[in-house]
């Protein structure tokens, strides 16, 4: 069975940090890390600094090392991150 993918964008108030598709993803959430797959629930949560991880195509994982809060938005098949700070 082939993995679905779904539309992952990632924000600081200066940029837009990644923008494609995921077949995965995982985050530092404030009650506890969380993970995403495609057709997940929809929800908004808030962020703490931490190492977001993002799975795709490729055979790398993508990481984005947060370094201040953020929130994180999930509906339709799309996550959106909005973050403080990245470093």
């Known amino acids: 069975m082939a993995e679905k993918a779904f539309k992952v964008s990632v924000y600081?108030?200066?940029a837009?940090?990644?923008e494609g598709e995921a077949f995965s993803l995982q985050a530092p959430g404030t009650l506890?890390?969380?993970g995403i797959l495609a057709n997940h629930a929809p929800f908004i949560t808030t962020?703490?600094?931490g190492k977001i991880t993002i799975r795709g195509k490729s055979a790398k994982p993508t990481i984005i090392n947060s370094t201040a809060?953020?929130?994180a938005e999930v509906r339709n098949n799309e996550v959106t991150?909005?973050?403080d700070n990245v470093g």
């Open 12 to 14: 600081t108030q200066d």
């Open 16 to 18: 837009a940090i990644f």
């Open 32 to 34: 506890g890390s969380f």
């Open 47 to 49: 962020l703490v600094p």
């Open 69 to 71: 809060a953020g929130f």
């Open 81 to 83: 991150l909005l973050l």
